[in-house]
């Protein structure tokens, strides 16, 4: 039997859709929204574990675990949705509901593992994975008044800052035991807890972790270890994560080294974003792509970040580039398939057989899209549209 008849039907199809380009004539955001969001419940609901399953693996037909850091930080995301979306104020109870789950998921240090990294003894925590976590019990705190869900967050706040080190880079409990500058959003979740707690020693930590990766990127705006391993060009998922981290924390720190530090990185993308509104999934120190395909979590994240300087600096070159990625991340959406597994999801790569998440609907990908709808929602509502 040939590789391809094992194959589900519905993955030769999608492949052959790869050869062209997706087209979106018109964006109804709230109908790409809601179907997002369907499918994150269904991702949650084939997830054994009880947070939001890793991906549905198309090629294998199944779901991964699920995934405590893209749990995290997806909370937030189902809190902001209800507002958007009728009839849909069960979200609220879901994202409380997950948690409850990350509770379950804490490690003895106060930490949360990687969704597949154990020792053998049972789940190592991970730097990145817990600030990402400390999102989400911010946020079901905030909405709920819950005192534990503050102090899980104080919690891994502690075991951060106790694990960094001098440099102010986080080199020990590292996925893959890369040392990495996403872990901006690690400094950005530490100034999150410090807004809530007395003590000074969080920001502290944010800012060495900040200084760490300023001193990590060169002068056209690329940074070094961005990518997850060792040797490889960074995908813009992983570009993005550092630029986000850097841009959150130096305006709730109102320090302009790090909101222009991340604006560099906005505008090399900017120069350098498709026609059809896609950005390559790598680019090398010299901000050339190295791939031919798309990461779409990635061109959702840039398109936030343009988003975001379109609101701080009104340069409508910002606005322009963000909803053309957004576009083009809405036209890969499959929503003619009856199959709830794939309905409304969001490929890693677009052909879905691009090098970020091959042939996967990785959840985090749903996540950014629907952040970026809702602040293309936001942004109408206050232009009047």
């Known amino acids: 039997m040939s590789i391809l008849e094992k194959w589900p ?34 991702a949650r609901n084939r997830s054994p574990g009880g947070g939001i399953a890793a991906f549905y693996d198309l090629l294998r037909g199944r779901w991964a675990p699920s995934y405590p850091e893209t749990t995290g930080y997806t909370i937030p995301t189902l809190f902001a949705s209800v507002a958007h979306l009728e009839q849909r104020d069960d979200l609220r109870e879901i994202a409380i509901a997950l948690a409850d789950y990350l509770l379950t998921a804490r490690t003895p240090e106060g930490g949360v593992g990687h969704w597949k990294q154990r020792d053998g003894r049972g789940i190592t925590p ?42 102010g880079a986080w080199v020990r409990y590292q996925h893959l035991g890369t040392v990495k500058v996403i872990d901006t959003r690690v400094a950005w979740a530490l100034l999150e807890v410090a807004q809530v ?14 200084d760490w990766a300023l001193s990590q990127q060169q002068s056209n705006g690329w940074f070094r270890h961005a990518a997850f391993r060792t040797g490889e060009d960074p995908f813009t998922h992983t570009i993005a994560y550092t630029a986000e981290g850097l841009l959150e924390s130096g305006l ?28 390559a999934s790598t680019f090398d120190a010299a901000w050339q792509p190295t791939s031919r395909s798309s990461c779409l979590t990635g061109n959702c994240q840039m398109a936030l970040l343009w988003l975001r300087f379109y609101g701080l600096s009104g340069d409508i070159s910002y606005l322009h580039a963000a909803r053309k990625a957004i576009a083009f991340v809405a036209a890969t959406q499959n929503l003619s398939t009856s199959n709830p597994n794939v309905r409304g999801a ?40």
């Not at 302009?256 to 993308?269: I, P, Q």
């Open 252 to 279: 709730m720190l109102n320090e302009a080294d790090y909101v222009t530090s991340a604006e560099k990185v906005a505008r090399a993308l900017l120069k350098r974003q498709r026609s059809d509104g896609s950005l």
């Open 9 to 42: 039907v519905l993955l030769g199809y999608v492949i052959l859709l790869g050869w062209s380009a997706p087209s979106c004539r018109y964006l109804a955001v709230r109908t790409y929204l809601q179907e997002a969001v369907e499918w994150l419940l269904v």
């Open 126 to 167: 991970v730097v990145f994975d817990t600030g990402q976590v400390v999102f989400g019990w911010l946020a079901a705190w905030r909405e709920t008044n819950t005192p534990v869900y503050l102090q899980a967050a104080v919690d891994a706040a502690d075991w951060l800052v106790g694990v960094q080190s001098e440099s």
């Open 197 to 210: 707690t007395p003590s000074s020693m969080y920001v502290t930590a944010a800012r060495r972790s900040l």
């Open 346 to 385: 969001i490929a890693g790569s677009y052909p879905i057989y691009g090098r970020y998440e091959r042939l996967k609907y990785p959840n985090l990908a749903a996540k950014f899209f629907i952040d970026a709808l809702l602040a293309l929602l936001e942004l109408d509502k206050q232009l009047g549209g």
